[in-house]
């Protein structure tokens, strides 16, 4: 689904230049998911940002479906750190908001983001505000918007960051089922090992500035709702941690 191939990011400033990404190689297959880990400033959201297509100005090759990225991309669905929730609009306008925007008739979209919001338990609560809600169901609203929109690649930056642990791990499970559903292809960006491990069959490790690739570590067990408990995810942890610490 994903072939990125010496993948490098400048951002250009008034008197000097940034290399956010540096040689970047990777590939994602189909219906799979992948975690991005890796320490603060090592260019993981200028890598979502240029696979989304809305960072266009890179060198190297990005192709999503075959086809190369330089503009934002119908299937594509992002979902950012802050859910990108308008406060003035209830839960049920912020969910249908992307189908509106492309102009989806009433009835389609009604059907469509009613059984979403429902999956989501989100339903009993449609006519609330953001404002009104907790942590965790403000960024289903936002996991929820970009489901309506049919996606087949879901790229998150950090989703789940701002919540408490346990909420955190309900919300795993819940990225899980939706994936097991739908068997989108979805790339997640976030700086907890255990939730690379859990939610990432293929974890893609990076450092430095500008940012690398360090290692790629194959995780197949991940998706397993099981898997947590497991030595092998203890074992996984460990080696992750030693290469991030290295
Ligand atoms: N618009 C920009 N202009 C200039 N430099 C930028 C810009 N955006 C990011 N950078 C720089 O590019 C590098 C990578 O930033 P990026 O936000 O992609 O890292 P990150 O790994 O997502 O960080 P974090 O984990 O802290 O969110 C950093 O050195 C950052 O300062």
Known sequence: MITVNNLSVYYKQKNSTVQALKDVCFTVPRGSTCAIIGPSGCGK?????????????????????GAKVHQVRRQTALILQGHGLLPWKTVWDNAVLGLQIRGVPKRVMTEKVSVILKDLGLWEMKDRYPAQLSGGQRQRIG??????????????????????????????????????????TFVLVTHSIEEAIFLGQRIII????????????DNPRAGDMAYRKTKDFHEVATRVREILEQ
């Open 45 to 65: 959201s200028t890598l979502l940002s240029v696979l989304s297509g809305l960072h266009h100005d890179y060198s190297g090759e990005v192709l999503v479906d």
């Open 206 to 217: 990076f450092a430095g500035h500008p940012g690398q690739v360090i290692e790629i570590v």
């Open 143 to 184: 996991i929820a918007r970009a489901l309506a929109l049919d996606p087949d690649l879901l790229l998150m930056d950090e989703p789940f960051s701002a919540l408490d642990a346990l909420t955190r791990e309900a919300l795993q499970k819940q990225l899980l089922s939706i994936w097991l559903n739908n068997k989108i």
